[in-house]
């Protein structure tokens, strides 16, 4: 049975090395995805890399924290298996705490230390400094460290005040709680009450941004799959703007045959006008090079054949896009669901973060995980697109806001245009992001699935004081492990919390304030993301040729970020590579004024 014990065990780990992985061929994809080929840097690529997969491997660990407890259980019986000695679970729960506890740090020090040397590192960067060998290696090292040292005093007075200031959970010894699950919360050393101060305002940060970013990134995400078509398609813009270009030219070539030989030069207006059409010029030959580069034309078999398999896929997009939108509201619904579940029924309210003892309220997101993960690794591959999505939810967010201090824009996200320094700001603003969406995971989505997972024990008194109870013949007497079981004094011999759960609520307990503001930003978040979700759902898309050109002009190396619309007319003309005829003859008018025949 201890062998079985072990095997099972080796295998969630094994999982978890998979998934990590994963995690790292996502933050590669994503890193290089929307960085500038321009100004690429090592430094930054490798950091923010190695940065977006901690974060991501920090998340996917509670599903392996909730599998390695929900193993030591037997859910049929209500009891521990006979592998599961309290040794054995001592050591995997000091494991799990171990790989808590390194990752957790890991994670603080590359956004509080790491990230900013980073970022001051690339700044001090002088080519022509350099190239005159008035910049070395030591000052260029020595320039971005004093810069760095700001934060490390940040990180040191964090620390000590995590160190030395009492917990407000401490200060009456707990007596206004009579449960053993909150009084183990407050069973800590000092160094790890600095940790969970430090991780604990971490998280509280990550919320505040977790509300407004991903919030709206939730909403957007899932609507642009289903406007993913262009409103006017690649072919057609080609022939529309080579129809511009070709008056363009006739013109120009009318008003110089008319304006040749004449002593005294060409006038004034006509001046202006060849003066403004070879700046329209300009603009359509690098449009209509920008529409051929999104057919393909220059580009490699693989290249055009993906472009072709994309616009096959469209409609597959549009489906999944209905069933995000499906899944999003399912999951707004749970949450508010147990928002309100814990705001009415929680069993210490603002003293403990609104830990609730027990969901009161049917929950589909934390019944689908309870139910999913007695087959793992079902529920292990479901939280991992959970985690993706949220994730994807919030860089969507980041680049439909942008880099903002209040209403000022500091920096734009853009796919393939974004620069270092807000590439690592990004970094540093998803690591936090993804603190926030740890509680709100653990707390709100799936609150009893991320605390004690499938475990149950047997509501029934033992027979003798050194036996364990026996429901074998009374099934239902098994009730499901919850904080408020932990009264029952058999039921601590059955029911383990996961170590994620234990260390947020130990957060939430220590120190309230950090607690309230993670549980009510919450409900800011669920009203964030059904603001931005009606206003994007009602909302007619625009096709806008300006903003097309005006990146263009920016970059002439970009490819066309073309506005999108339901068009499936379009979608069959990226496949065929054919435009439509009655386009090519009067989109040229109608895209002289910015709007296009298919918009």
């Known amino acids: 049975m201890a062998a079985q014990g072990y095997v099972q065990t080796s295998l969630i780990w094994v999982a978890y090395a998979v998934a990590v992985v994963l995690a790292l061929v996502v933050a590669s994809i994503t890193t290089f995805t929307w960085q500038t080929p321009r100004d690429r840097s090592a430094i930054v690529s490798t950091v923010a890399i190695i940065s977006l997969t901690a974060l991501l491997a920090t998340v996917l660990l509670l599903p392996v924290d909730i599998a390695l407890v929900s193993s030591t259980t037997s859910a049929a019986l209500g009891v521990k298996k006979d592998w599961a000695t309290p040794a054995r ?20 020090l590359l956004c509080l230390l790491v990230i900013p040397f980073s970022y001051f590192w690339y700044e001090e960067y002088d080519e022509v400094e350099e190239q005159e060998g008035n910049q070395t290696f030591g000052s260029r090292l020595w320039g971005a460290f004093k810069y760095t040292i700001a934060f490390v005093l940040l990180v040191v007075i964090i620390f000590l005040v995590g160190f030395f200031v009492p917990a407000a959970g401490t200060r009456d010894g707990g007596k206004h709680l009579d449960l053993d699950f909150f009084k183990r919360l407050l069973d800590e050393n000092h160094g790890e009450k600095a940790l969970t101060f430090g991780l604990g305002l971490l998280i509280t940060l990550g919320t505040l941004l977790y509300l407004l970013y991903t919030g709206a990134g939730l909403a957007l995400f899932p609507v642009s799959f289903i406007k993913s078509a262009p409103s006017i398609s690649a072919p057609q813009l080609s022939e529309n703007t080579a129809s511009q270009l070709e008056q363009n030219r006739e013109r120009q070539r009318q008003l110089e045959m008319r304006n040749a030989g004449r002593p005294d030069g060409m006038p004034a207006k006509d001046r202006r006008e060849l003066e403004a059409l ?37 409609p597959i997009k549009l489906v999944g896009g209905i069933l995000l939108v499906v899944l999003t509201l399912i999951i707004w619904v749970s949450m508010l669901i147990t928002g309100i579940d814990k705001a009415a029924n929680s069993v210490c309210k603002e003293h403990c973060g609104y830990i609730l003892a027990h969901i009161n309220v049917f929950q589909p997101i934390n019944w689908l995980f309870v139910q999913t993960a007695k087959a793992f690794p079902v529920d292990y591959v479901l939280m991992a697109l959970l985690v993706l999505l949220f994730f994807s939810a919030s860089i969507s967010g980041i680049a439909t806001i942008g880099i903002r201090f209040l209403w000022l824009r500091i920096f734009q996200i853009r796919k393939g245009r974004t620069a270092p320094q807000a590439l690592l700001m990004a970094t540093v603003m998803l690591a936090l992001i993804m603190l926030g969406i740890n509680y709100a995971v653990a707390m709100m989505v799936a609150p009893q699935y991320a605390t004690y997972g499938t475990q149950t024990f047997c509501d029934l008194p033992p027979h003798h004081a050194d036996e364990r109870p026996d429901c074998a013949e009374t099934p239902e007497a098994i009730k499901p492990c919850s904080e408020w079981a932990d009264s029952h004094s058999h039921s601590l011999q059955a029911c383990t919390p996961t170590v994620m759960s234990t260390f947020l609520n130990r957060v939430t307990l220590n120190w309230p304030v950090f607690g309230a503001i993670d549980f009510w930003a919450q409900f800011a978040f669920l009203g964030v993301f059904l603001i931005v979700f009606l206003t994007t759902l009602f909302r007619a898309p625009k096709l806008n040729l300006s903003d097309i050109d005006e990146e263009a002009e920016v970059d002439e190396e970009e490819g ?25 003859s009067n989109g040229a008018g109608a895209d002289r004024n910015g709007s296009g025949s298919g918009a």
């Open 560 to 584: 066309l970020l073309a506005s999108t619309g339901r068009r499936f007319g379009a979608t069959w003309q990226d496949i065929t590579g054919r435009g439509g005829a009655k386009h090519g």
């Open 278 to 314: 070879a700046r329209e010029e300009r603009t359509l030959v690098r449009r209509e090079r920008l529409a051929a580069e999104m057919q393909g034309e220059g580009k490699g078999f693989i290249v055009r054949a993906w472009s072709k398999i994309c616009a096959v896929f469209r």
């Open 89 to 108: 679970i001592r050591s995997i729960l000091l494991t799990l705490k171990i790989v808590y506890y390194s990752l957790y740090s890991f994670d603080a």
